[in-house]
């Protein structure tokens, strides 16, 4: 897929691209927002936030945010740099926990479930939550042995030949068996970017995970491995609920069902993605997807 290609070309009646021209009064803008524009929460969620707040330190970086992640569907988070879009992201498998100065207040749940108590494992939590960071990071092992590391240490496989079995679904989940099947044993890291990406999903797969999360997965890549992880995605949705932040509003309106507007720590709309696109509803969310903010 062209990176050239416009917003328009993917969902038509999007607002053409404005002249980049700073907003003086975004502050005043967000002030006036008296909680989030849009429908934030959805039928039977699979995850859920309730005035979730979190700080680092005595510096605030996310106020008050309520939303709801909805099975088998990919929400895409949108916004400016440093507005808490993966700040957010973190809370959902308590990533947060490992920055000491990083405070997470309010609800989160899991099928129902507060994930943020004592009792619960951050490990536990992260083999269903996983997460696919901004840069592949494979481990200084084989490409079996990445994606074989965790059912290892949770235990998923009785014997060598159900962790073949695993390794060798996970890779083909992925969309990678075919082109790394004769070389098990290479490396992770001998890899080209956009394998190593796809090495990593596998990895987060392999432990059956429920809901993955992803912090700009493909802004690494070049085009064709960018669209090769955008119809993973697409083909991932069938079993897990997906929450993915971008930069690229191509992306968002092409992988997600529902997109968040993120601005300077406020979930100012989130809505069915077609709608956020096409209509936006708070001025913010229209400058941003209309290239106003530089
Ligand atoms: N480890 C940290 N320690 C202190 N402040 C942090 C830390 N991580 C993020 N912040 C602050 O929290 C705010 C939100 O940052 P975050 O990284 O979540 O933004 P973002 O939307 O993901 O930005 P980008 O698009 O650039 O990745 C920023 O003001 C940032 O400076
Ligand atoms: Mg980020």
């Known amino acids: 897929m062209s990176t050239s290609t416009t917003l328009n070309d993917i969902i038509p009646g999007s607002p053409a691209i404005q002249e980049s021209t700073k907003v003086d009064d975004v502050t005043a803008m967000l002030d006036s927002i008296e909680g989030t524009v849009g429908t934030t929460r959805v039928e039977n969620p699979k ?3 309730r005035e979730v707040d979190v700080f680092y330190a005595d510096k605030q970086a996310i106020y008050d945010v309520d939303l709801d992640v909805a099975r088998n569907e990919v929400i895409a988070m949108i916004g400016p740099s440093g507005c808490g879009k993966s700040t957010f992201l973190r809370c959902l498998n308590r990533m947060n926990d490992t920055i000491p100065i990083c405070r997470v207040t309010g609800s989160i749940t899991l099928d129902g479930v507060d994930i943020n108590t004592r009792e619960q494992d951050p490990v536990l939590l992260r083999a ?3 997460m696919v960071f901004q840069k592949p990071n494979p481990f200084a092992k084989s490409i079996f042995d990445n994606v074989a590391y965790g059912p290892r240490i949770h235990g998923l496989a009785a014997n060598r030949a159900e962790l073949d079995e695993i390794v060798i679904s996970s890779l083909k989940r992925a969309g990678l068996y075919d082109e790394v099947k004769s070389r098990l044993d290479a490396p992770g890291t001998s890899l080209s970017g956009g394998q190593q990406q796809r090495l990593c999903i596998a990895r987060t797969i392999a432990v059956n995970p ?4 992803m912090d700009e997965p493909c802004s690494a890549l070049d085009p064709i491995a960018t669209a090769r992880i955008e119809e993973l995605i697409d083909e991932l949705r069938e079993n897990y609920a997906i929450a ?3 930069h690229s509003m191509q992306q968002a309106a092409r992988v997600s069902q529902r997109t968040a507007y993120f601005h300077l720590g406020k979930l100012v709309e989130v809505g069915k993605t077609n709608d956020i696109f096409t209509n936006p509803q708070h001025d ?4 941003y997807i209309t290239g106003r903010f530089g």
Do not use: A, D, F, S
């Open 47 to 49: 995850m859920e936030m």
């Open 128 to 130: 269903r939550v996983g």
């Open 210 to 213: 429920e809901v993955i999360l």
């Open 244 to 246: 993915i932040v971008t």
């Open 284 to 287: 913010l969310t229209e400058n």
